[in-house]
């Protein structure tokens, strides 16, 4: 049987997409690898999160925006749909600073950015004091923060869960352990997995995280894509010690603060490090000193899936039309316009979002 669609990756980026897809009425096979394949969507930090997002490319900030925009009716719709409340909180996040240099620092370069964002980019910069009232549990060595108020978080392992059984409610087919090995396309498409299944589709979208590194030059696409290493701690359940998330911890719904993440270049490796988790574990004592006592309970590390700017790619392939590869950093944050919108634009609608900034182009070098 022909999909109208093969989506290759079944992580948070592949089932948004596919989740949007059949929304709009498309036919969808998601086609995901096998346990030992990297998953940045299971090993993530679930920030919802604009800030310090495209300085370089407005666009970026903008289209971060958009999706945060989107997340709430995206989540309301996941929970009327399965009974998952994916635990969206948007009341704003931190960015803290230990010294006044790197606080007036970021404030310049926000100020920049909104400039040009027409001024929509909300945030306000909170002294030590100020602080302290937002965050009683603040450390004396936190000097400031910018609290930006687009920002939010949500728990990530429950929006997996949520979009793969709201995909198969709404009559997509998933099939789990299977891993793409090749695709052809000859009028549709042919893909063909390494335990000798094929699936047929009209079109195909290359969502397979770091695995499009693979499967990328044979569609096309130049995919420049690395791993990064992020290493995450998570405490034992704690009464409520912090008000709102920043890049350094978020406590989650149940109680646990989640403590991360770490920025290794370290190729495909996603073990831990005692070096790493220590020097995680002192900046979140010295951010919330109360951190000091509690137990940590589980660590872990995950790849990231970078470009070489860390933007998003979005590219549809000239060599096997039909084919596109969609990837980014932050699949959290663009759950929501991966699934309302990207459809859209695989679809090219005259809702189509312009993603042009977002194609290969822009990387001279394979
Ligand atoms: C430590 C860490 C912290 C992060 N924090 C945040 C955050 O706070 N907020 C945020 O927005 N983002 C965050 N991210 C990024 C976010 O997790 C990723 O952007 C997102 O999970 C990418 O999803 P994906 O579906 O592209 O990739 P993945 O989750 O890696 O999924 C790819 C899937 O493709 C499958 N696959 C691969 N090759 C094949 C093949 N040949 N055939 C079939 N299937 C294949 C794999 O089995 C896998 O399931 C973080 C990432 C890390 C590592």
Known sequence: MESDYAIIGGGVVGLSVAWG?????????????????FRASRGNFGLVWVQSKGMNQPRYAQWSQQSVKAWRAFSDELRGNTGYDVGLEQNGGYDFHFSEETLAETVRKYETLKAKLNGDYPYEILGHNEL?????????????????????????????????????????????????????????????????????????????????????????????????????????????????????????????????????????DDTVTLEGLAGLAETAIETYPVLGKAQLVRSWGALRVLSPDGLPIYQKSTEMPGAYLVTCHSGITLAAAHARFIPEWLEETPDAPDLEVFNEDRFAIA
């Not at 897809?21 to 394949?37: C, E, F, N, Q």
């Not at 010690?241 to 911890?249: D, K, Y």
């Open 132 to 268: 302290r009232r937002e965050e009683p549990e603040i450390g004396p060595k936190v000097i400031g923060a910018i609290l930006h108020h687009q920002d939010g978080h949500a728990n990530p392992l429950k929006l997996l869960k949520a979009l793969a059984d709201d995909v198969r409610r709404l009559g997509g087919r998933i099939l789990n352990d299977k891993t793409v090995k090749s695709v052809s396309r000859t009028g549709s498409f042919k893909l063909e997995c390494s335990d000798g299944t094929t699936v047929e589709a009209a079109k195909t979208v290359l969502s397979a995280g770091l695995g499009a590194t693979e499967l990328g030059p044979n569609m096309g696409f130049k995919a420049p894509i690395r791993p990064q290493r992020g290493q995450v701690l998570i405490t034992e359940k704690l009464p409520r010690i912090m008000n709102r998330p920043s890049l350094i911890a978020r406590q989650v719904e149940e109680g646990g603060v989640q403590i991360g993440a770490t920025n290794e270049e370290v190729g495909f």
């Open 21 to 37: 897809l059949l929304k709009r009425g498309r036919s969808v096979t998601v086609i995901d690898g096998d346990d030992g394949s």
